[in-house]
């Protein structure tokens, strides 16, 4: 009887050992992995920093200006004064194009008029 | 016998592992009692590292929150010289790839160190070149650097940062305690293997450093910048400045100088490039300076706009000196006196002031004193009390000689004569924000001194649109826009203290719209050549840069600009 008891708490004590070293072990391995995931997200976030600053250069002023005034694009100044059209390709409004598609099947389907659409002032 | 020799034995056995135990038990006693705390520090020493978190610094943002200066993590390169196996071979790779000198890496790798920098802040490019080399004893840490996306643009203003990122010129060095902020730190466990495990035992975040917001705009600075480069590079002047402020606040809207420098590249640049001459060089102003001289004479009633004075058809005896005009004058009204920028008209006038009087308005305008910009350096310029004057100052004096002002100093007095008379303490930051976004800071606008009267200020900027539409700033007109301003050209000091004839300082202020002036321009080149008078080199800097100033702030709307058959037939087709 008395060797049942010490057989028992023996196997508690070697239960609650383990128990708490696969806990240990389980939280350690999971730092491996957090640590892991830390450095791709760090890498991910520089990226994704570098990749802003990059947008903001490409857009400043003095590089737009340097990119312009270069001799390989066939860009022109306009004059002080002098008026500038701009043409919009029918073709470029993909969107406008996708709103009238979608428009004629819905006034097909329930006979619903055309919505108003926002025209360009140059156009 | 036996049974006897046996519990004897039994007994020295049992003494022995008694006495054994009893050595246990000390040593288990001098350890936990005597030697705790040096074993206990020894294994939270390789159980656990401290590591400083660094804070990341301050964004710096124009007024319309568009980044001027930001911060972005990249890697530094270093070496453990002893784990390097062959490193005859390891300079030359890391030379051909990093383009360094391959007796600096001799010296750095040759080293008897296990940690050593090869070269930090690389870029993406030359780290990944590194990387690919799959080196062993070369790694890389992770740091923060500074970069600055305009690159030259406002780059006497910005300043830079040092490698430890501190700042050292500009507003980068001026606002360093906001910009900087609090570093934090953490304590990792680490196992055996002496990896680092993801647990912070202690942690306390790194607070980061707050944002600025500046006065300075984007597009008017480029605008600016732009237009002197120009005039800069046409003139081939030796140096040039320009200053864009809102009268009405003291705001500074852009600040340039040439020559300029890459913010990201401010270690490759001369010193002397780098100095901000509008606010640490002074210079005799020349004819702007009459500007003072008519608002006094104005404002103290010793004269009006159409007092005649006669100016000695061009040379004009004082003391020992002798006066000389541009162009030859007889009789002129005082209006015309500062429209052709007579010196003798001027002189005459400032004799009918005085010293005392005219060195109190001198004083008045912030003239000998720092306007207490929020820059470093800003010098005081020169203006010496009447007690020190000679007989020939107060020929000189009037119209811009024997005193020394900075670029600075001019744009404020012109902002004076155009906000109605009052002398407005210039500033850069509007805002700090910290990392929310939440303004924990702001500055407004101060006023200086109350130097004129409104009506007074009002008669001045009258002269002065005379100036541009007849007299000598002709070429500062605008179609559409009525603005005034004052020329000037100042020949400078040879060292031997004679007036030169072949170097000249030329400049131009002015305000627009003269109705109610929203913007002031400040433009001065250093030895500009062939042409070199303010009213040919600087006043087209002044009307490119208001033409469109005003038209980005839409002060200037296009009904107003005039638009011709022939024009709209040149019209771009795009």
Known sequence: MRTARVICAIF???????LYVHQQTRIVSLAYLSGKKQVVLKELLDANNILRYNMNVISSLPYLDKKILSKDLSFEIPREQQLVRFNYARQDLGISQELKKRNTLLGVLFGAGKQAEAKTLNH | MYIKDYSRRLGAVFFIFIFLLLLVSARLFYIQFFKYSYLKNLAKKQHEFLVELEPRRGTIYDRKLRPQALNIAVDSLFADPKSIKNKESAVQQLSAVLRLDPAY???????DKSFIWIARKLGSEEAGRVKALNM??????????RCYPNGYLASHTMG??????SGLEGLESHYEQYLKGEPGWAVFLRDARQKKLDLPEGLVLPKDGNSLVLTIDEVIQYIAERELDNAFRTFHAKQASIIVMDPRTGQVLALANRPAYDLNEAGKAEPAVRKNHAICDLFEPGSVFKIVTASAAIEEGRVNENDRVFCENGNYRQSNRILHDHTAHGWLTFREVIEQSSNIGTSKVAQKIGPDVLYKYIKLFGFGSSRGIDLPGEINGMAKPPKLWSSTSIGAIPMGQE????????SCAISAIANGGLLMKPYLVKQVQDMNGEVIKEFFPQVSNKVISPETAQRVRAILTGVVEDGTGKLAAIQGVKVGGKTGTAQKLEPDGRYSHNKFVGSFIGFAPAENPVITVC??????HPSYYGGVVCAPVFKKVVTDVLNYLE????DKVVYSA?????????
Do not use: H
């Open chain 2, 403 to 410: 005193v020394g002002v900075t670029v600075l100093q001019l």
């Open chain 2, 523 to 528: 433009v001065v080149l250093d030895e500009p």
């Open chain 2, 105 to 111: 890496l001799k010296n750095r790798i040759y080293r």
């Open chain 1, 12 to 18: 508690l004590f070697t239960f609650g050992s383990l």
């Open chain 2, 160 to 165: 830079f940062v040092g490698l430890d990122n």
């Open chain 2, 566 to 574: 022939e024009m709209a037939a040149n019209a771009v087709g795009r």
């Open chain 2, 136 to 145: 062993k004893g070369l790694g890389f840490i992770k740091e923060s650097k």
């Open chain 2, 555 to 558: 002060v200037m709307p296009l």
